[in-house]
């Protein structure tokens, strides 16, 4: 099964505060003929033939991004379609006095498409939450394989409607739950997500987690509280579900369908 987060300590990282001056550590343009397993198996390039791999690959390059840094700016135009080959990056609407959550996005999710494929200004700003690696693709290579290929075509709008479910399920959950049962629900599909361990872990800062659920860290850890009331306890970033069946009668029912988005090659939460 694929995690949603590394074991490594380097790919965790210990999520510095972004002053906006970051950079990429190391910019690498890949082999278009030696491609690493990371890059060959990317949904994106699922049922292509490989002449029109290689025409992508052609002027692509690979970033490094240290935790904290912004991969891509709020209001910016992105030239390249970005595709994360591993680590965390979350959306989020950045300001002088509050931040905003949208999606976390990992390994093999694309980071604003539309931005690249419709040259549209990006609504939020993309910021590294642990080390990233980033797949950057030429705009215009791109914009040509899709006139040749309707498997393209299909990956791309795969992945453009998988990451709108998840964003909509966001919305959901902000407006038909509690920010207890926001807490508690995030940190149960986190620790399902990683069923393979039995010490689940937290992927990001605590402060990252009350942005992504739309509250203040303050509200977040009396909510923390609330929530080990009811079974299930944040030690430090490892969940431990101490009572299943009360933590899931406190979160209730799912607002939307029951469905995994991974289904749609999109892994963001």
């Not at 300590?9 to 910019?27: K, Y």
């Not at 690493?36 to 970033?63: A, C, K, N, W, Y």
Request: glycine letters at 6%; a negative charge.
């Amino acid at each position: 099964m694929r995690t949603l987060l590394s074991d490594k300590a380097e790919d965790r990282g210990d999520l510095p505060v972004d002053d906006g001056t970051s950079a990429p550590s190391v910019i690498d343009t890949p082999d278009v003929h030696g491609w690493s397993d990371e890059i060959r198996h990317l949904p994106i390039f699922s049922g292509l033939e490989t002449e029109l791999v290689q025409s992508l690959m052609t002027g692509s390059s690979t970033e490094h991004f240290r935790p904290g840094a912004l991969v891509v700016r709020q209001g910016e135009f992105t030239p390249a379609l970005h595709v994360i080959l591993r680590g965390i990056v979350d959306l989020t609407h950045l300001s002088d006095k509050s931040e905003c959550g949208v999606l976390l996005l990992s390994a093999r999710d694309l980071l604003l498409p539309a931005t690249t494929l419709f040259d549209e200004p990006a609504l939020v700003s993309a910021r590294a939450l642990t080390n990233v690696k980033m797949l950057m693709l030429n705009g215009a290579a791109v914009e040509a394989a899709l006139k040749r290929s309707s498997a393209l075509t299909n990956s791309l709008m795969k992945a453009m409607s998988g990451q709108w479910r998840m964003a909509v399920r966001n919305i959901l959950d902000l407006n038909c739950r509690s920010a207890a049962q926001r807490v508690g629900a995030f940190l149960l599909r986190i620790a399902d997500l990683q069923s393979d361990t039995a010490s689940p872990v937290l992927p990001i800062a605590k402060r990252h987690l009350a942005v992504r659920l739309g509250m203040t860290a303050e509200t977040l850890s009396r909510m923390l509280q609330t929530v080990a009331d009811h079974g299930l306890h944040l030690r430090g970033r490892t969940i431990v579900i101490r009572d299943r069946a009360a933590i899931e009668d406190f979160c209730g029912p799912d607002p939307y369908p029951v469905r995994d988005e991974r289904l749609l090659d999109v892994f963001a939460l």
